[in-house]
C-alpha cells in the first residue's frame, strides 16, 4: 500500500484553466503538506495542515487554494493556470507528535501548463 | 528565520570514490536534522535523520553527524555506487513549530 498517494501523476494543460491536484496518506499522521519543485529542484513549502486545519500558508498566489476534508486528505486546487506554475507539486505528511517526525512524499504530480 | 544551507553540485564522481556533501544550518533551539534522496522521477525519500547534537544518522552506507558547535550535518559515503546518483537534500525541522526546511540540493552522479 502507498503510503502517501497523489493523482494525478501528469498534468498538461492550456494557461487560464483550473485544475485540482488531490493527496491522501494512510499513515495516520496529523500534519499534510504542499511543497512546489521548480526545475532547478529546489523545494518550496506551500501549506500545511494539522487536522484539518490550516497552519502554514507561505506566499502563494489566491489562485491556489488547498482543502483538507479530513486529516487523511489534501487537495490542491489551481485556477486561471499561468506558465509559471508549471513545477512539480508534492503532496507530504508526518506525525507532529514528538520531535523528530519526519516527512513522508508522495511520488510528485508534474504539472506543465501550455 | 530557519535556513539550510547545501553545496549545490552538480558533484560527479568515479564509482568507489568517497562523497562528503557538505550541509550547514541556522535554526534557533535544537532542530531536527534530516537527509532526504531523491531518485530520478521519484519522491524524496528519508536517507537519514539525526535528532540531537553528536547523534549519527546512518543508512546504506551513508552517515552524518548532528555537529552543533559548527551547526553543521555533513553527508559521506565512503564508497559510491552508480545507483547513488541521485538528488540529495539536507533538511531541518525546528521544535518551534510544524515546518520542515529544505536546502537546494545537490545533485550527485556517479560514473562507472
Known sequence: DTAVSQTPKYLVTQMGNDKSIKCEQNLGHDTMYWYKQDSKKFLKIMFSYNNKELIINETVPNRFSPKSPDKAHLNLHINSLELGDSAVYFCASSQTRGLNGELFFGEGSRLTVL | GDSVTQMEGPVTLSE???????????????????????YPGEGLQLLLKATKADDKGSNKGFEATYRKETTSFHLEKGSVQVSDSAVYFCALKSNYGQNFVFGPGTRLSVLP
Request: proline share 4%.
Open chain 2, 16 to 38: 568507489e570514490a568517497f562523497l562528503t556533501i557538505n550541509c550547514t544550518y541556522t535554526a534557533t533551539g535544537y532542530p531536527s536534522l534530516f537527509w532526504y534522496v531523491q
